[in-house]
């Protein structure tokens, strides 16, 4: 384990659940990713993320998936891409991502409590 953190400190990590809206390949990234179109609802509207998700998601299959995104990071340049918000997964044994994802569908913008 790394760090401990206060409840104070995890309490200002906004995570929010969002659907995907489009899907394009990030040819200029270093490693194989997306850059997505997220809708996080009324009170934050769509951002942008760029994720390394190529090697267990196509785009097709990415369209309308619910993901939780960390949506209060600063802006961050990648390449000509500038990421607004951050989409969460774990790595498998090769290393490669793993959305992770709820249970049910919730409404874009849900905060995690």
Not at 2 to 10: K, P, Q, V
Not at 45 to 72: F, P
Request: aromatic share 8%; with cysteine; glycine share 6%.
């Amino acid at each position: 384990m790394e760090d401990l953190i206060s409840w104070h400190d995890f309490a200002k990590v906004e995570l929010r659940v969002g659907t995907i809206m489009e899907v394009a390949d990030f040819a200029k990234a270093r490693k194989p990713a997306y850059q997505l179109r997220i809708d996080f609802g009324d009170e934050i509207g769509i951002l942008k993320s760029s994720a390394q998700i190529t090697h267990h998601y196509t785009k097709e299959e990415l369209i309308g998936r619910q993901v939780i995104a960390v949506v209060n990071f600063p802006r961050k340049q990648i390449a000509d891409f500038m990421s607004e918000c951050l989409v969460t997964g774990f790595a498998d044994e090769q290393g490669h991502i793993v959305l992770s994802a709820v249970e049910r569908a919730l409404p874009n913008g849900a905060k995690l409590l």
